[in-house]
């Protein structure tokens, strides 16, 4: 009874990779591809997608192989082919769009090829980018390398460059970030042209407020200038009269009491003679 049990819950497909957690996965064809395809493993691969309940099976590959098996177990499939000549910007502006409003509906995919190889690779790489899930085609590559573990090849880069170019959710969000960073952009450049524009003007006016005072302290200057020589030629003339006068005290002195005496001995000649008489 464990075996069959285990059995009832089919076994998982090789290269299985959820691209998108519990929403969008792929796989290797069911039971193998070219000459190790077994009917056995096929049916319990279908049988474990089954189990897990997944929506839609999509299948990119070209022939209509496995599609009457899922039916034969009751598994829901689309079939969407992608040759290797097909035109990608008419097949992805297909398919991305119904694929991005099925899993908008909720609903949980898993899409193959023949094996998980490039197309298959980027055409899921092309998705994350063109639903804006990542924002740029290196991430997108980077990612869908990293999701794999493989390594993305021409094939792979050019679908991933095509849905960048798309119109899209991924397009729209990108452009109103591109308009929302110039539009930052702009609105930096002109805060720091008012802020430069500022800075001058208050630069002119300490400018001015210092010549100013330059001006005021030299016209202080000079008129201090000015009026010290004022001052010391008064002050000079004054210690000048002050000078000559106190020379011309004792000269003054010295004239009178000679002229005293001179008067003096007059009288006294005078009186003698009058005495004589």
């Not at 609903?107 to 197309?119: T, W």
């Not at 030629?233 to 004054?238: E, F, P, V």
Request: charged residues 25%; glycine residues 8%; aromatic residues 6%.
């Amino acid at each position: 009874m464990a075996v069959k049990g285990k059995w009832a819950r089919g076994i998982t497909p090789r290269n299985f990779t959820w691209i998108i957690k519990d929403q969008l996965a792929i796989c290797e064809r069911p039971g193998g591809y070219g000459n190790n395809h077994r009917k056995v493993r096929r049916q319990e691969e279908i049988i474990w997608l089954r189990e897990q309940e997944f929506t839609f099976v999509i299948s990119v590959i070209v022939s209509p192989h496995n599609l009457h098996n899922y039916d034969e177990l009751n598994v829901a499939w689309k079939h969407r082919p992608l040759a290797a000549y097909d035109d990608f910007s008419q097949y992805l502006s297909t398919f991305y769009p119904e694929l991005h409003g099925m899993l908008t509906d909720g609903a949980k995919l898993i899409v193959h090829g023949e094996a998980v190889g490039d197309r298959l690779c980027g055409l899921m790489g092309g998705y994350l980018l063109w639903a804006g899930l990542i924002d740029s085609g290196p991430r997108a590559i980077s990612a869908t390398e990293h999701l794999t573990s493989r390594q993305l090849g021409p094939v792979g880069r050019e679908i991933i460059a095509i849905a960048k170019t798309m119109p899209g959710p991924g397009l729209e969000k990108r452009t109103a970030m591109e308009a929302a960073r110039a539009k930052e952009a702009a609105a930096r450049a002109k805060a720091a042209e008012k802020a430069k524009a500022e800075a001058a003007q208050a630069a002119a006016k300490s400018a001015a407020a210092k010549s100013a005072v330059k001006r005021k302290t030299k016209s202080r200057t000079a008129k201090t200038s000015a009026g010290k020589p004022a001052k010391a030629g008064a002050r000079q003339a004054a210690t000048k009269k002050a000078s000559t006068a106190k020379r011309a005290s004792p000269k003054a002195a010295t004239k009178s009491s000679t002229k005293s005496k001179a008067t003096s001995s007059h009288s006294t000649a005078r009186s003698k003679h009058s005495s004589g008489r």
